[in-house]
Nanobody, 115 residues
């Protein structure tokens, strides 16, 4: 059973925008924290942005002012609005969910930024 479903992503030119979403299954209870990570080819997985159920957000320096994370806490859906995308944003983006019984990762979605 898929517990976390990601959608969005794709290919865009520099300066363009994309939106990612991450939805947790209804049986996942007690979500307190959700985040987006990304991993470029040959590199480690890094935190991009995070949000708590209370709405506290954090951003990596590389995306501040360009990306916006948000959470629909009633539906347990997290979004990442990505604006002014750069080639250096090209990565596989992963959703991370922290809940009562542990944590889950999404399957990843590829974002490619190129002319």
């Amino acid at each position: 059973q898929v517990q976390v479903v990601q959608s969005g992503g794709g290919s865009v030119e520099p300066g363009g925008s994309l939106r990612l979403s991450c939805e947790a299954a209804e049986n996942i209870a007690g979500i307190t924290y959700m985040a987006w990570y990304r991993q470029a080819a040959g590199k480690q997985r890094d935190l991009v942005a995070s949000v708590t159920r209370l709405g506290t957000t954090t951003y990596a320096d590389a995306v501040k002012g360009r990306f916006t994370i948000s959470l629909d806490s009633f539906k347990d859906i997290m979004f990442l609005q990505m604006d002014d995308l750069k080639p250096t944003d090209t990565s596989v983006y992963y959703c991370y969910v922290l809940y009562d019984h542990g944590y889950l990762w999404g399957e990843g979605t590829l974002v490619t930024v190129s002319p």
